[in-house]
């Protein structure tokens, strides 16, 4: 990863965590709490694609298995924002920005129920049935609500703040170079073409020439 995403996402993380722990989780809201460190997560996968996503996903979830109030297993999170963040990095859009609102909409709904389900599914492995004791059917809806509510004014903004990270002067030599190359492809190609045609002129015209050389000396013969 470049070192302008890096500073970017860690920046990112940690003031989305913090945000978290300090104002979310302490509105007590009924059901789940409003996961904003997986909507950041969303917005930079969006952006960098699959592997930037997973790195960043495992990244912010192992910050969050290590912030405290913290009650669970370490890398419990990292896991589930891991998978979450590559299945995320696989639907970036080509451009690199989104047309519609509704393709980033059904992703946050899908993170949301996903990371949800994931987390359950590994805290029961390692013998965590806290989702079975507050009901996993109020956590899913509610944790889809609360992103969804949240996810117009997180993903948008983060994903700006990457593209315009990708867009800085280090990052735009290359493409310039490549557009060099690019057109001088394009000169050659040209300079291929227009030296063809020149070719066949030219043995279009000597043809044309032996052809009326023979034509008089045949007349000379008669």
């Known amino acids: 990863m470049r070192v302008n995403r890096i500073l970017l ?18 509105l007590h809201l009924p059901g789940a709490v409003p996961d904003l460190l997986l909507l950041t997560v969303l917005g930079l996968a969006l952006v960098y694609g699959h592997v930037g996503g997973a790195l960043i996903g495992f990244a912010a979830g192992l910050l969050a298995d290590l912030a405290p109030p913290a009650d669970h297993a370490a890398g419990r999170y990292a896991l589930v924002l891991c998978v979450i963040g590559y299945l995320a990095g696989l639907v970036k859009p080509e451009s690199g920005q989104v047309k519609s609102a509704t393709g980033p909409m059904v992703v946050v709904v899908a993170a ?24 996993l059917g109020g956590l899913l809806f509610t944790a889809a609500l609360y992103d969804l ?7 948008p903004g983060v994903m700006a703040l990457a593209r315009r990270a990708e867009n800085d002067p280090l990052a735009e030599t290359n493409p310039a170079k490549s557009g060099d190359i690019a057109s001088g492809w394009l000169s050659g190609g040209t300079g291929l073409r227009i030296g063809g045609q020149r070719g066949g002129l030219r043995v279009k015209a000597a043809r044309a020439r032996g052809a009326r050389a023979g034509r008089i000396k045949g007349v000379k013969r008669l």
């Open 149 to 155: 509510l949240l996810a117009p004014f997180v993903v």
């Open 9 to 26: 996402s860690s920046s990112l993380i940690v003031v989305a965590l913090v945000i978290q722990v300090s104002v979310l989780a302490r």
């Open 112 to 135: 949301a129920v996903g990371s949800t389900l994931l987390y359950a599914g590994v805290g029961a492995l390692v013998g965590d049935t806290a989702a079975r004791h507050v009901g």
